[in-house]
Structure formats: C-alpha cells, structure tokens
C-alpha cells in the first residue's frame, strides 16, 4: 500500500513538473517566433505543439524502452489525441461572448483535416494488424513510413497556405515584443523542454507499476492518465494563448499536437525492437482512434458552421458533442480493462 502511494505521489509530482515548464514555454516561444516573423496560427500549430508534445514523446520512448509496455505507448499517444480535443471544451468555457468556433479561423479546418488522415490510418494499421496483414521491413512496420511521409506533406501545405499570415504577423508582432533577447529565450525554452522530458521519462515507468499493482489494464492506464498527464503542456500553452486574446493559437496548438503525437508512433515503432508497435498493442486502441476522428470531425462541423446558441451562456452544442463522445470512449476502454 505504501509503496502504491508512493507511486501516485511520484506520478504527481511529474505531472506537476509538465504543468509549471509550459507557462514558460508559451512566452518564450511566442518570443521566438515573432521576432522571426510567425504567425500566431503558425506558432500554434507546428512550434508550441511539437514542444507542448515532447511529453508524449518523452513517454512513448520511456514505454518502448524502459517499460516494456507498448499498450501504454499506443495508448498515450490515442488518449492524448481525444484528451487536447476535449481541452476545446474547456477553451470554449472560457471564452468570454461568441463560441470560441465562431472566433477562429475557418483555417483550422485544414489541419483538423489532416489529424483525421494521420489519426485514421494509424487506426486502419491496427485494425488490418489484427488481421494478419501487416507489412514489415524487420522490426518496423511500413505503416510507419507513410505516417512520417503524411507528416511532412501536412507540414508543408499548412505552412504553404500560412505564408500570407506570416507575411503580415512580423509588424505586429514586432510592437509586442518584450526586452528579452532571442538567445534568452531560446535557453529558457532548452530548459523547459528538459524538465518536460524528465517527467515525461518518468510517467509510462510509474503509470505501468500503478496499472499493475491496481490490476487495471495497461492500456486503459496509458489512455487515460498518462495521456491526461502529458496533456498538460498543451492545456497550459492554449489557455495561456487564450489569456493574451489569441483563441487561433489556443486552437492551433491542441490540433498540431495531435498531427504530432500521431508522428510519435512512428518515433516508437522504431525504438520497439520486438515487432511492429501497433501490431503488438491492444486492439482497444482502435475505439479510441475512431473517437478521434468522430471529435475532428465535430470540431470542422462547429468550424464550419459557426453555431450561435451556447447553452445556459457557458458552452455550445460543439462542446458538449465532444465531451459526450469523450466520456463514451473512456467507458469503453474501462470496460475493455475490465
């Protein structure tokens, strides 16, 4: 019992470790970027959400190597990707006047588009695995190939179609820009990626021994609160954005994070020696991919349609669309664990 305790304790205190170095890594990094000429959807999207997403990728690697728990690898990555989608919810709590869907950019839809292509075949990879059709060159599988191709193409078109923004955020951003220097600020985000990376090691190592002493399964503990866990970065930076009056980069954030975390299955597949990582982690994981594209799919639908009506002035029916859909999926894999 004691040595349970001392488990969450240590799970704690590294989620805790995660959740003070993102502050620090919102303003340094929007620092960087401006005086570099980005914009805010830009900084969101590809620098804030590959930093914020060193967690998961912290944790992935410390799964595979460490661990020994490939369900919780998979299961992070997946859970985080519904996790940063119902984070939408919380962002939309807090905005204050219209629905946060009404005040971004119909923009988003283009990565919110791509995260259901990357999020989609890495589920499709594990639903055909189960099959016994799963291609392999040695231990790697070749699904990983074309997650880290679909990547790069996501990358390039966003960063394509972002060129006017970051045309026109260099003056703007130029008049906000604090007396702190682009090498103080690149220390300060070093640091900060550091500690994330240390309490990112930590958390699979720590979650796997809790998973085990509880008898609950590994996957149900990697989809939950590991992912919730590694997930804090990106709430921190998106309300933090969301403070300074920038809802794009709030949005932007959370969905370049999933675009990334999907990337990190291929950054596992290649450190998990054994046999193709999605073909040795549960099949459950499947539910939860599919949950993640029906959320992407919810979060274009209130993009596009940009409702008014917000219940009881809080949140709209975007929101609650994506909190239900969340709520059923870690049901499912409650049961699963069962």
Same mark, same amino acid.
């Given at each position: 019992?004691?040595?349970?305790?001392?488990?969450?304790?240590?799970?704690? #205190?590294?989620?805790? #470790?995660?959740?003070?170095?993102?502050?620090?890594?919102?303003?340094?990094?929007?620092?960087?970027? @401006?005086?570099?000429?980005?914009?805010?959807?830009?900084?969101?999207?590809?620098?804030?959400?590959?930093?914020?997403?060193?967690?998961?990728?912290?944790a992935?690697?410390?799964? !595979?190597?460490?661990?020994?728990?490939? $369900?919780?690898?998979?299961?992070?990555?997946?859970?985080?990707?519904?996790?940063?989608?119902?984070?939408l919810?919380v962002? $939309?709590?807090?905005?204050?006047?219209?629905?946060?869907y009404?005040?971004?950019? &119909?923009?988003?839809?283009?990565?919110?588009?791509?995260?259901?292509?990357?999020?989609?075949?890495?589920?499709? /990879?594990?639903? !055909?695995?189960?099959?016994?059709?799963?291609?392999?060159?040695?231990?790697?599988?070749?699904?990983?190939?074309?997650?880290?191709?679909?990547?790069?193409?996501?990358?390039?078109?966003?960063?394509?179609?972002?060129?006017?923004?970051?045309?026109?955020a260099?003056?703007?951003?130029?008049?906000?820009l604090?007396?702190?220097?682009?090498?103080?600020?690149?220390? /300060?985000?070093v640091?900060?990626?550091? @500690?994330?990376?240390?309490?990112?090691?930590?958390?699979?190592?720590?979650?796997?021994?809790?998973?085990?002493?509880?008898?609950?399964g590994?996957?149900?503990?990697?989809?939950?609160?590991?992912?919730a866990?590694?997930?804090?970065?990106?709430?921190?930076?998106?309300?933090?954005?969301?403070? &300074?009056?920038?809802?794009?980069?709030?949005?932007?954030?959370?969905?370049?994070?999933?675009?990334?975390?999907?990337?990190?299955?291929?950054?596992? $597949?290649? #450190?998990?020696?054994?046999?193709p990582?999605?073909?040795?982690?549960s099949?459950?994981? !499947?539910?939860?991919?599919?949950?993640?594209?029906?959320?992407?799919?919810?979060?274009?639908?209130?993009?596009?349609?940009?409702?008014k009506?917000?219940?009881?002035?809080?949140?709209?029916w975007?929101?609650?669309?994506?909190?239900? !859909?969340?709520?059923?999926?870690?049901?499912?894999?409650?049961?699963?664990?069962s």
């Amino acid at each position: 019992m004691t040595t349970l305790i001392f488990c969450w304790v240590l799970f704690g #205190l590294c989620a805790i #470790l995660i959740l003070a170095a993102g502050p620090r890594l919102t303003r340094n990094a929007e620092i960087i970027a @401006a005086k570099k000429g980005l914009s805010d959807e830009w900084v969101g999207l590809i620098l804030l959400a590959s930093i914020t997403s060193l967690p998961e990728l912290a944790a992935g690697v410390s799964s !595979v190597t460490l661990a020994n728990a490939p $369900d919780i690898a998979v299961g992070a990555v997946f859970g985080s990707c519904v996790f940063n989608l119902v984070m939408l919810v919380v962002l $939309d709590f807090a905005v204050r006047g219209e629905s946060v869907y009404r005040q971004a950019r &119909q923009a988003h839809i283009l990565s919110a588009g791509f995260g259901i292509m990357l999020v989609g075949f890495a589920g499709l /990879t594990m639903m !055909v695995g189960g099959f016994g059709i799963n291609p392999s060159i040695g231990h790697l599988g070749v699904g990983s190939f074309v997650i880290i191709g679909l990547y790069i193409i996501a990358t390039r078109a966003i960063y394509n179609y972002e060129a006017k923004l970051r045309e026109s955020a260099a003056l703007e951003a130029a008049k906000e820009l604090p007396e702190q220097s682009l090498s103080q600020a690149q220390k /300060t985000v070093v640091y900060a990626a550091i @500690a994330i990376l240390i309490g990112g090691s930590l958390l699979p190592v720590v979650g796997a021994e809790i998973a085990d002493r509880m008898a609950i399964g590994r996957g149900f503990m990697g989809t939950i609160f590991v992912a919730a866990a590694t997930s804090l970065p990106e709430l921190t930076v998106s309300l933090a954005a969301l403070r &300074q009056g920038s809802v794009n980069m709030a949005i932007a954030n959370l969905l370049g994070s999933n675009l990334f975390n999907i990337l990190i299955l291929a950054v596992e $597949d290649g #450190l998990y020696l054994k046999a193709p990582l999605l073909e040795s982690a549960s099949p459950i994981h !499947v539910a939860t991919a599919m949950a993640a594209m029906v959320m992407t799919g919810v979060v274009i639908a209130g993009l596009l349609y940009r409702p008014k009506t917000r219940l009881f002035r809080t949140v709209g029916w975007t929101s609650i669309a994506l909190f239900t !859909v969340y709520l059923v999926n870690a049901y499912i894999v409650y049961l699963s664990a069962s």
